[in-house]
T-cell receptor, first 113, second 116 residues
Framework: GESVGLHLPTLSVQEGDNSIINCAYS??????FIWYKQESGKGPQFIID?????DKRQGQRVTVLLNKTVKHLSLQIAATQPGDSAVYFC????????????FGPGTRLSVLP | DAGVIQSPRHEVTEMGQEVTLRCKPI?????LFWYRQTMMRGLELLIY????????DSGMPEDRFSAKMPNASFSTLKIQPSEPRDSAVYFC??????????????FGPGTRLTVL
């Protein structure tokens, strides 16, 4: 299968604990942000998104926080499960259609039993 | 639904050869994207189409790369001639509509290209 690079920052958490993955974005004009999850051998999968007029958005077990002042995005995963082990990317966009995204380098989340 | 289909899943070729990657988007989706993923540069958008028309190809690395979408159910990414630095995983993605805010992109499984 297809996989991401082997030298990504890694976050290790105990099963059941909460995880926080951080991302710094570069363009202060970006107005739309997405978090993706990529499991080994698969393509990226949409998790949650947020627009720049919001600072927090919640989904099922996941929360995204946006701090435009310092251009920082975070993904919080509640009660982390083994199935959450993957590489997580943030992406920023904001052209006319908002489809030309710039992706962050990714963070590998490892869930320990 | 079968999801986005890409072929081949793996391709090994020699420098100078032509490589063609194929993608079948999800039926009914009107936007299609080609991405490249490498260890050094991460995930990069190469080109995207709306209703079979190329909208933004600013991510295409150079003239050796070309992409076509002859109809709503098929797209190709061609590299001619290929070079070792083109080795990467190439992803195709599709979405229902043009505006990202309301249209999630669905990614295919990718094609791992190795150019020797």
């Amino acid at each position: 299968g297809e996989s991401v690079g082997l030298h990504l920052p890694t976050l290790s958490v105990q099963e059941g604990d909460n995880s926080i993955i951080n991302c710094a974005y570069s363009n202060s004009a970006s107005d739309y942000f997405i978090w993706y999850k990529q499991e080994s051998g698969k393509g990226p999968q949409f998790i949650i998104d947020i627009r720049s007029n919001m600072d927090k958005r919640q989904g099922q077990r996941v929360t995204v926080l946006l701090n435009k002042t310092v251009k920082h995005l975070s993904l919080q995963i509640a009660a982390t499960q083994p199935g959450d082990s993957a590489v997580y990317f943030c992406a920023e966009g904001g052209d006319n259609y908002g489809q030309n995204f710039v992706f962050g380098p990714g963070t590998r989340l490892s869930v320990l039993p | 639904d079968a999801g986005v289909i890409q072929s081949p899943r793996h391709e090994v070729t020699e420098m100078g050869q032509e490589v063609t990657l194929r993608c079948k988007p999800i039926s009914g989706h009107n936007s299609l994207f080609w991405y490249r993923q490498t260890m050094m540069r991460g995930l990069e958008l190469l080109i995207y189409f709306n209703n079979n028309v190329p909208i933004d190809d600013s991510g295409m690395p150079e003239d050796r790369f070309s992409a076509k979408m002859p109809n709503a159910s098929f797209s190709t990414l061609k590299i001619q001639p290929s070079e070792p630095r083109d080795s990467a995983v190439y992803f195709c993605a599709s979405s229902l509509g043009a505006v990202a805010y309301y249209n999630e992109q669905f990614f295919g499984p990718g094609t791992r290209l190795t150019v020797l």
